[in-house]
């Protein structure tokens, strides 16, 4: 039998990719024949890493398609034409609201990503939802399927490569580093992080903030942003490192004093999970799955006032036994993500929905 996987994009370097590329090989590993098909392949990528979704034409009843679901995309539509057993990864889509203020496109295409998400709710077999948050976002959106938590795979590996050396040298300087890595998007409220650090500048003045992610698609988000810090007086303080290679990602980790977390929209929040592994003490708003990732470690914010916020940064910063309390708890959290556990839930869903014994 077949186990095959689908997506619209695989892109290189991108989280859903990411993961459909690791389950590849555990799928295979546990003997199953398999693919990626997707409707565009990153030339990035080394070849073979997908076959066109069009090319996917002879399913059998027998074999299992898992789809992932993270977009709007046609692909949604089209699931139930394959006569054989399917499977939803659900990566949550960010709600269309943070958007219309400033993309009627990427406004649009969450909109189609939810109608996606409604169509299929009768129409899949089984569903692994990273998180519990969004486990409870689909039974709010009536499946009735058995739902199983099979949270995104992390190589960390990965990040164990060489950091930038240039970055290092540049942002070791003697300065607080407060940093935040996700891409410019309004649901990631990089605006209250503005607003705490302007807070928290006041506390410690040879500090900065660096953003850390690209603005694609979200210029004009981006430019408010621009203008905010302006106003602020801080645009000597504020680094808006855009699109930056993944040795540049891993020099502001190494570097950073803290991460400060302001999202009101995460399915899963892998910076995070990241922060845990280079022991960068993390401070969150607790919204969506914000508290389910940190699983009791970091520090757990339950308003996003900046005045608050900064007097938590400040504290974090100075008190070196706080910081090795945070640093250990999240150390621990980190175990919850291991690869070879993840490892081990996937195979146990895949394996259990594959012999009739999944599902609650």
Do not use: W
Request: neutral net charge; glycine residues 6%.
């Amino acid at each position: 039998m077949k186990v095959v996987q689908l997506l619209p994009t695989l892109s290189f370097g991108d989280g859903v990719g990411n993961d459909a590329l690791a389950l590849k090989e555990i799928i295979a590993g546990l003997g199953y024949e398999t693919a990626i098909y997707a409707e565009n392949i990153d030339k990035r990528l080394p070849e073979g890493s997908a076959i066109k979704a069009d090319k996917l034409t002879d399913l059998k009843s027998s074999d299992v398609l898992i789809y992932h679901k993270s977009t709007g995309t046609d692909l949604s539509f089209k699931i139930d034409s394959y006569k054989c057993r399917r499977v939803m990864i659900y990566h949550n889509i960010t709600p269309p609201d943070f958007f219309r203020p400033y993309s009627p496109s990427a406004t649009q295409l969450t909109e189609y990503g939810y109608k996606g998400v409604e169509y299929l709710r009768d129409k899949m077999d089984y569903v692994m939802a990273v998180s519990e948050y969004n486990k409870s976002e689909l039974r709010r959106m009536g499946y009735t399927c058995p739902i199983d938590i099979s949270p995104s795979l992390t190589k960390f590996e990965d990040y164990e490569q060489a950091p930038d050396e240039a970055t290092m040298k540049k942002y070791r300087d003697g300065k607080k580093n407060i940093i935040f890595v996700g891409r410019i998007a309004p649901n990631k409220r990089q605006e209250n992080i503005i607003r705490a650090y302007y807070c928290y500048k006041k506390l410690e003045p040879d500090s900065r903030l660096i953003l850390v992610g690209s603005a694609n698609g979200m210029e004009n988000y981006n430019e408010r942003l621009v203008k905010y810090v302006n106003a602020l007086g801080l645009s000597d303080d504020v680094v808006f490192t855009g699109h930056i290679k993944f040795s540049e990602i891993l020099a502001y980790y190494h570097v950073a004093d803290a991460f400060v977390c302001m999202s009101e929209h995460e399915g899963l929040c892998v910076p995070l999970v990241e922060s845990m592994f280079f022991g960068v003490p993390i401070i969150a708003y607790d919204t969506s799955a914000i508290s389910e990732t940190l699983g009791g470690s970091g520090v757990l914010l339950d308003s996003n006032d900046p005045v608050f916020a900064a007097a938590v940064i400040d504290r974090v910063v100075r008190d070196e036994k706080l910081r090795k309390s945070l640093i250990e708890g999240q150390k621990k959290r980190l175990e919850y993500f291991s690869y070879d556990r993840l490892k081990d839930i996937f195979t146990d869903c895949l394996t259990g929905f594959i012999e009739g014994r999944k599902g609650k």
